[in-house]
């Protein structure tokens, strides 16, 4: 009977701990979603590729053929916690609709900022290959000098004085004096409900990459594909390019 | 009562067996080869473990060095890896002091030689590459070199049964991405170790050295071993020699990468390792002796130069009997067990 009884302990616990690993499930099942959708534009006028054309604050008239740009560690926070997206990369590209949003699930609660690196983290730089958004295949891995280009822009402008007046900035570097991944703190509040999904459409005004902290003329930088100054400059003012529409 | 609780722990049974089989239902049967990366005694450790997330099997290896003699990583078929290193040259390319690339292009630096790679840790003369890993995407798509795009090499290696098999011995399925590629050549290119030459021999107590190469080897420890330190034969430093500047190439070197003054003509200090066998000399293949090497650092640094390295500021004086004396100590640091080693060869 002894004997019996311990087996039954033995059993019982195997039952228990079932009953916890689907009780773990079903709190995965108890989360809400958060949408993330990133709305291209330029000074409020919508991106249209290779089609429309824009005005700089320094009146010089561009068209932009490619933009894109790299998003990681994305988290939501309230007062006390932090809440971290899992496998966090996501290659925003205006030429692939289904890339401008993602979503991931979130505990219930109330939240008062979204967080997350414009550009990928320094880590994943130096860490051999990648894959997934991370993929050289995307055309965003520097193969001349390791490292990932942070944000894509390119087009044609009147002022541009480089080859068929093209506009070039491939900025990136991830280490050093020319580190160009930026910390996005944007406040946002909204709640969580279990099983409900929430929606934050981010406004993204390419126009703030030629002014903010420093000038940036295209007719005296029409191109920046390196790790430098100039690309430092440049990141400082696209830095500023997301706003949440209420 | 008994009966009960018998069928009962039967049940639980049935159902941890059930378990366990699912958990490792997404194994299948995949049993690579596993094979452990071996540091040759006396030498100090890698400076980071590139395998910790690419763990070395048979498999990966066999199709990392398939990849690597394989033309159709290049845009015409012409051009592998092991074009411009091939392994009678340590892996340099002999002979050249620029190699031939896509549509007779030449490259813009000498091809160094491969081997002990894993203690390297930038690559490249001016050390643009971070990880081992990564490094094919230069040549693979360098219009001067294979002038490829990755993602047509892997719609052609997709198209080929071998590779499919190959790719799934190493990786488990039959999945074939850069990724994989990428790694699958670094297990090839990181275990290329030269640790076998007389210069070893005599250190192990297996040879000994004539008295020519035994001065030799005095003369390298006081004159060379500040920048080529043993075992390596390299610090991985990036220096400025005091060569000219080519004013055709005007090659800046480190400073390229860094973009600081201070790293002006700065380059890569090669491993002397193989050094007779994998001329010409220097990032630019200006010397095709080892004599004119010598000579180099005998008179003919620049010493104008502002980011010349302190060491060589007086450049090297050594007599004609200590530089012969010290070209036949350089000579016993060629390892035919490398050069020779059916492992690395192509079939």
Known sequence: MNNTNKWLIVILAILLCQQVMAQNNQTQNNQGTITLS????????????????????????????KFRFYVSQVSAKDKQRSQKEKNSYHLIDAADPASLQFSFSL??????????????????????????????????FWTWNSGYVMLKLEGRSTASTA????????IGGYSGAFNTIKKIHLDA??????????????????????????????????VCAIPCALAMQIADNYSKMFSIIK | MRKISILVLFVGLVWMAGFFMSAGKHEGPW??????????????????????????????????KKLFYDGRLSKDGNFACATCHQQYAAFANYDHDFS??????????????????????????????????????????????????????????KKDSAYRRMFKAAFGDATINSQRLLKAIAQFTGTIISAGSKYDKVQRGEA??????????????????????????????????????????NDSGRMRITRDNKDSLKFKVPSLRNVAISFPYMHDGRFFSLGEVIDHYRTGIVTAQPSLDSLLKKRIPLTNMEKNNLIFFLHTLTDSTLTHNPRFAVH
């Not at chain 1, 000074?43 to 590729?49: D, H, M, Y």
């Not at chain 1, 979204?114 to 055309?139: C, H, M, Y």
């Not at chain 1, 929430?198 to 902290?213: C, E, F, H, M, R």
């Open chain 1, 38 to 65: 990133f709305i291209p534009n330029v000074a409020g006028k919508p991106l249209v590729l290779n089609d429309s054309s824009y005005t700089n604050p320094f009146d010089e008239i561009y068209q932009i053929s």
């Open chain 2, 100 to 157: 031939h690339g896509f549509n007779n292009a030449f490259t813009k630096r000498n091809a160094p030689p491969l081997f002990n790679l894993a203690w390297m840790p930038l690559l490249h003369w001016d050390g643009a590459i971070n990880h081992l890993e990564v490094q094919p995407l230069g040549p693979i798509t360098s219009t001067i070199e294979m002038a490829e795009q990755i993602d047509s090499v892997l719609f052609k290696l």
């Open chain 1, 189 to 222: 509040n909204f709640e969580i409900v279990a099983g409900k999904s929430v929606s934050l459409p981010i406004k993204t005004d390419i126009n703030t990459l030629w002014q903010g902290a420093h000038d940036i003329r295209i007719a005296a930088s029409p």
């Open chain 2, 31 to 64: 049993k690579p080869t596993y094979l452990s990366f071996n540091i040759p005694a006396g030498w100090p450790k890698p400076p980071k473990d590139i395998f910790i997330s690419n763990r070395l099997t048979e498999e990966g290896f066999q199709l990392g």
């Open chain 1, 163 to 170: 080859l068929n007046n093209r506009i070039e900035y491939h």
């Open chain 2, 208 to 249: 000994s050295f004539t008295p020519s190469e035994q001065n030799g080897y005095q003369l390298f420890k006081t004159k060379c071993s500040g920048c080529h330190p043993e075992p390596l034969f390299t610090d991985y430093s990036f220096r400025n020699n005091g060569l000219s500047v080519n004013k055709l190439l």
């Open chain 1, 107 to 140: 505990k219930p609660g109330k939240y008062n900022s979204i967080d997350f690196l414009l550009g990928v983290d320094s880590v994943r730089n130096f860490s051999g290959a990648q894959t997934g958004e991370l993929d050289p295949v995307k055309n965003m």
